[in-house]
C-alpha cells in the first residue's frame, strides 16, 4: 500500500527515476532478535525491528508496537507513512517505525519490562535524541517508554529524556500527549464540518476502534462537539445504538473489563457492518487496510477521517476519488498527525528542561494542524485533486527538496 501510494505520487509530481528509489527505500533497517526468561523459566526469542526512513530533515522519529503481526515489511511502510506526515506537520523529523512479534495481552509485567528493556538495549548504536527518538504505539505505552529511557539513560550514565516520547509526566513527558491524536482527529473533523456548513450538534459519528486514538476521539466527539456517536468498536466487537451510545460508560467499561465485551449500552453487529452504518463521520481508529475495493462504494458517511494509519487501500481509493463530492477525506497522514505533532513538543520540552502546560500544548498543536489543514485543501482546489493526493504531495515534495539540497554524498 505504502509503495503504491509513493508510485502514485511521485506520478503525479514527475519526480525523475534517479530520484524516486532514495525517497522510497529506508536509510537503515534493523532486525535483531531478543531471547528473553519467562516467568515459568522457558527462554523465549522474539524478533525485533527498527527502520529509520530518511535524515534529510533531522532526526527520525516513529512509535514502537508490541503484536503479533510486526513484521520488517510493516514497520518499513509504516516509517514511510511517518516521512510524509512529519513532513506535512512541518516538523524537523524522518520517519521512523519498530516493533516486536509478540502479544503483549500473554506477558506479566515483569515480562514485559524484560522484552522492553532488552529491546532497547539492542537498539542504544542506532537511536538518540539526535538520531531517533523512539514513541508509543499500538501494544505499548507510557510505562514500556519509561523503561526505554531508563534502559539507555543507564547505559550513557545521565538521564536523557529526549530518548523517547509518551513517557510518565513524571519523569520528563507532556501533559496532553496521550490525548494528541484523538483531539487532533477532532479538531480536524470539526474543521471539515465548518468546510461543509454543517452543524455538530446536528451529525452522528461512528469509531471503529476503542483504543488510545478511538476512545479519546469517540469522548471528543460526543462531549466537545456534542455530537452523537451511533457506532464504536474494539478487538471483541461492535455495537450500535441509533439513539447515541454513552461514551463515559463505554469507557468506564472498556478501562474495568479491559474490552468493550459484554457492553450493555448498544446493540451488538457485525464488525464488518459498523463501517456501512449511516453516519456524518466515520472515524476508522483501529489498523491498516479496513476499507476496501469491496466496501469503499458502501459507505454512508460524508466525511472519513481516517484516525488510524493506512485505513484505505488504494483500490479503495480510486472508489472515494469518484465519490468525491459525497465522501469528505480527511487522510491519514494529517487525520493522526496529532500523535507526532505533541511527541515534537515533549522532545523539545525535554531537550530544553522547560515545560508546558496542557493548555499550552493543546493550542499549539491546533494552530500547526490548521496550517496543514488549510494546505491540504487548497493544494486539492487548486489543482483539482483528491486530499490524500494533496496530503501527500506536500509531504514528499518537502523530503525531496530537502534530499535535493543537501546533495548526495560521494
Given amino acids: 500500500m505504502a509503495c503504491e501510494q509513493f508510485g502514485i505520487i511521485a506520478d503525479y509530481l514527475g519526480i525523475d527515476q534517479n530520484l524516486r528509489q532514495r525517497l522510497l527505500l529506508p536509510k537503515r533497517a534493523l532486525t535483531v532478535t531478543l531471547p528473553v526468561r519467562r516467568d515459568d523459566g522457558r527462554i523465549e526469542v522474539f524478533h525485533g525491528y527498527r527502520v529509520q526512513h530518511h535524515l534529510a530533515l533531522g532526526p527520525t522519529k516513529g512509535g514502537t508496537r508490541f503484536h503479533p503481526s510486526v513484521t520488517l515489511g510493516e514497520v518499513t511502510a509504516l516509517s514511510m507513512w511517518m516521512s510524509w506526515k512529519c513532513a506535512l506537520a512541518g516538523l524537523p523529523y524522518g520517519g521512523a517505525k519498530g516493533g516486536i512479534a509478540m502479544e503483549p495481552h500473554d506477558f506479566s509485567k515483569r515480562e514485559m519490562e524484560a522484552v522492553s528493556r532488552r529491546y532497547m538495549q539492542e537498539m542504544i548504536p542506532f537511536v538518540g535524541p539526535h538520531t531517533d527518538i523512539m514513541g508509543p ?13 531508563d534502559t ?13 516520547t509518551g513517557k510518565p509526566v513524571a519523569i520528563g513527558g507532556t501533559a496532553g ?21 454543517m452543524k455538530p450538534g446536528d451529525c452522528t459519528a461512528v469509531v471503529q476502534g476503542f483504543g488510545n486514538v478511538g476512545a479519546v476521539t469517540a469522548l471528543g466527539l460526543a462531549y466537545k462537539s456534542g455530537m452523537k456517536v451511533i457506532g464504536i468498536s474494539d478487538h ?32 451488538e453487529i457485525q464488525p464488518d457492518y459498523l463501517l456501512l452504518l449511516k453516519c456524518d463521520v466515520l472515524v476508522p481508529a483501529a489498523v491498516e487496510a479496513v476499507i476496501t475495493e469491496k466496501n469503499a462504494a458502501d459507505l454512508q458517511c460524508r466525511i472519513l477521517a481516517e484516525g488510524a494509519n493506512g485505513p484505505t487501500t488504494p483500490s479503495a481509493d480510486k472508489i472515494l476519488n469518484e465519490r468525491w ?10 487525520c493522526n498527525a496529532g500523535g507526532v505533532i505533541v511527541s515534537y513538543f515533549e522532545w523539545l520540552q525535554g531537550m530544553q528542561a522547560q515545560f508546558w502546560s496542557e493548555t499550552e500544548v493543546a493550542d499549539k498543536l491546533f494552530r500547526i494542524l490548521e496550517v496543514a489543514f488549510t494546505a491540504v485543501i487548497k493544494r486539492a482546489k487548486d489543482g483539482k485533486i483528491p486530499h490524500r493526493t494533496a496530503a501527500m504531495a506536500i509531504g514528499v515534495e518537502r523530503v525531496l527538496a530537502a534530499k535535493q539540497v543537501r546533495g548526495l554524498f560521494p
Fill in 137 to 149: 504505539d499500538m501494544g505499548t505505552n507510557e510505562q514500556v517508554m519509561a523503561w526505554f529511557m
Fill in 152 to 164: 539507555w539513560s543507564v547505559h550513557r550514565g545521565f538521564a536523557e529524556p529526549g530518548i523517547v
Fill in 177 to 197: 500527549r496521550r490525548e494528541a491524536t484523538g483531539r487532533g482527529v477532532v479538531y480536524l473533523v470539526e474543521r471539515a464540518l465548518d468546510s461543509l456548513k
Fill in 236 to 267: 471483541t466487537g461492535a455495537w450500535h445504538n441509533p439513539k447515541g451510545i454513552d461514551i463515559d460508560a463505554a469507557q468506564r467499561h472498556a478501562t474495568a473489563k479491559g474490552s468493550l465485551a459484554g457492553f450493555k449500552g448498544a446493540d
Fill in 325 to 334: 463530492a459525497e465522501v469528505f477525506v480527511i487522510p491519514d497522514i494529517l
